[in-house]
């Protein structure tokens, strides 16, 4: 289902895999999507309003992805550290490592610094605007319904 946790919505993210101009070339492919995929959810119109909880909280959440992405594509073309933080957080707590990777002389380290501290710091302070994943709602929809979720794995194609 589309709405679910990790669903199609719930489960869009962009990695930082490098900090280079192929990294950039990636980022750019993966912020483009990320972009499309917000922009498909807002045309969203066709589902019962007990899933309005969870279609906000998506949302905030791809939102937030696709502002990562574009943090980490700015320095991949730049080279210059992420300023702020998402949408009015906290700038203070991670203004340290944002200093750090600005004075970093080893690209590679900074960019993992990038991708490691600042990312998790930039998450921690977002987690309290994004806040969790309306589950009691969307078990409140699956009963309504009468819908029962089942996990099923995909078979391995390597075979």
């Given at each position: 289902m589309k709405f679910a946790e990790i669903g199609y919505y719930g489960s869009y993210g962009i990695s930082?895999?490098?900090c280079d101009e192929s990294a950039a070339v990636r980022l750019a492919k993966q912020v483009e999507q990320g972009h499309r995929v917000i922009?498909?959810?807002d045309h969203e119109t066709e589902y019962p309003p007990e899933l309005e909880p969870?279609?906000?909280y998506l949302r905030r959440e791809l939102r937030f992805h696709v502002w990562l992405g574009e943090q980490y594509l700015q320095y991949a073309k730049t080279g210059v550290a992420p300023e702020s933080v998402y949408q009015n957080g906290d700038v203070e707590s991670c203004r340290s490592i944002t200093e750090s990777i600005r004075s970093e002389r080893n690209k590679r380290k900074a960019c993992?610094?990038?991708g490691y501290e600042w990312t998790e710091c930039a998450q921690r302070d977002a987690i309290h605007q994004l806040?969790?994943?309306p589950k009691k709602?969307?078990?409140m929809f699956l009963d309504a319904?009468?819908?029962k979720e089942q996990l099923v794995l995909s078979p391995d194609t390597d075979d």
């Open positions: 930082l895999s490098g922009d498909e959810l969870i279609v906000g993992q610094r990038l806040g969790d994943y709602e969307w078990k319904y009468g819908i």
